[in-house]
């Protein structure tokens, strides 16, 4: 690789873990209830879903209601977007008149985004209306990643806790996490990406003529090109910032109006990491050992940087048997070299398989290169990383609790390896009474 390359992916893992400390820090106060001064702004906001909900801030919930509060509120919000696609045809913004959603898309849409999993079956241009992409999947990718976040932070009080019977209150965590840490992470990334040349309008799809007319699979002339409008920019923000991964245009961040330039490419793969990373640090000061908190963080990045340099290395290393035909696979400033099938020209072969590595990690499903298109060992690396069941930074809550999940595990195989009563953070491992 060259020396640019390595620059691109040192200036990447810097940025992600200088962030880690004060965003975690941040997140651990807003979850505790300690004042940071948002607080104060978005207080009124707060009190009033608190009374929209029916309850309190110091009202705490048992793990058995925790749980159904979780579970009711994602299901409602399941049939919600379901029901939405299926009417869309009679809401308004929609100005390219798109039907209904077919039933099974609208269910299967409808549970991936409320799971987090954002599968599309489905090309969002010509699919969804602006308010099925803004009320529908915009709202879910909010609360999807909020439900990750509040559950962690329960799990992570009921590792701290001794001897108590509740784990704090979903509504209240569920509340937190959006305003006081999605909303304005996503606000922000949001201005920045539209400055950048991400499109956010409610403008009907534009016709511009094309410098050259070409024709269709029939023999059609084809004189002008439609291109597709909408409220994409602030989609985008959360759909990286809460590891949804949805595109709000069929091919995702591949697509210009989604991902113009090599900056909003840097931010956006900044934004997938970001909040699992920091979550890290929160863990370990919600529980008093800043130390657990870096352990597992070391343990995510001892594993992510050999798969990315692998990534990185093969892709740049190209196709061995097109190198046996002659075909030029070194970088020059000529070409890229390497492989570049499936990968636009604006991001190059780095930014790609970074990309392709911090998505998979993270569970977020976006993506700025065809992964199918990578070499043997360029494209392992993203297969393992799903195999492993996406707890390398994973999604947003839901891959720290995975990995916590792994850390109790080991230490109880070796407790019981050495003869000692299994313990994690002074909690033993005993049966239930």
Not at 114 to 138: H, I
């Amino acid at each position: 690789m060259t020396v640019l390359s390595w620059v691109q992916i040192l200036l990447y893992c810097a940025i992600v873990f200088a962030l880690v400390k004060p965003l975690g820090l941040y997140m651990a106060r807003i979850y505790d209830g300690i004042p940071t001064g948002i607080n104060t702004l978005f207080a009124p906001i707060e009190r009033g879903l608190y009374r929209l909900f029916g309850t309190r801030e110091n009202e705490e919930q048992s793990w058995k209601q925790y749980a159904f509060a979780a579970l009711l509120f994602n299901i409602l919000g399941m049939m919600t977007v379901y029901a939405l696609q299926r009417m869309q045809a009679l809401f308004p913004l929609n100005p390219q008149a798109l039907g209904a959603v077919t039933p099974d898309s609208s269910f299967s849409t409808a549970a991936s985004f409320a799971s987090n999993t954002n599968w599309q079956g489905y090309g969002g241009e010509v699919t969804m209306s602006y308010l099925t992409q803004m009320l529908g999947l915009n709202v879910q990718n909010f609360l999807s990643a909020a439900t990750g976040m509040a559950v962690l932070v329960a799990l992570i009080r009921g590792i701290r806790l001794r001897n108590a019977s509740t784990i704090g209150n979903f509504w209240v965590d569920m509340t937190r996490s959006v305003l006081y840490i999605l909303l304005p992470l996503a606000l922000v990334l949001a201005l920045a990406l539209v400055s950048q040349g991400v499109v956010q309008n409610f403008n009907s799809y534009t016709a511009v003529p094309l410098l050259q007319a070409t024709t269709d699979g029939d023999g059609n002339v084809v004189p002008e090109q439609v291109l597709p409008m909408g409220p994409a920019a602030s989609q985008i923000a959360i759909k990286q910032l809460g590891t949804n991964g949805g595109g709000f245009f069929n091919v995702n961040s591949a697509h210009p109006f989604e991902n113009p330039t090599p900056l909003s490419n840097l931010l956006q793969v900044l934004a997938i990491l970001l909040i699992p990373a920091a979550l890290c640090y929160t863990f370990g000061k919600m529980v008093g050992d800043t130390r657990q908190g870096w352990a597992i963080l070391a343990a995510m990045t001892l594993v992510f940087v050999p798969l990315l340099l692998l990534a990185a290395t093969q892709e740049q290393a190209g196709t061995p048997q097109l190198a046996t035909l002659g075909v030029d696979l070194q970088a020059s400033d000529a070409q890229a070299g390497g492989n570049m099938e499936g990968k636009e020209t604006r991001f190059g072969i780095v930014n790609s398989a970074l990309w392709a590595a911090a998505t998979t990690a993270a569970s977020n499903g976006s993506v700025n290169s065809m992964h199918s298109s990578y070499t043997p060992l360029g494209g392992l690396v993203p297969m393992f990383l799903m195999q492993l069941g996406e707890v390398i930074f994973g999604g947003v809550g839901s891959g720290l609790y995975g990995m916590l999940v792994f850390a109790i595990i080991a230490v109880f195989i070796a407790g019981l390896m050495v003869g000692r009563t299994p313990e994690y953070l002074g909690k033993r491992s005993r049966p239930l009474k």
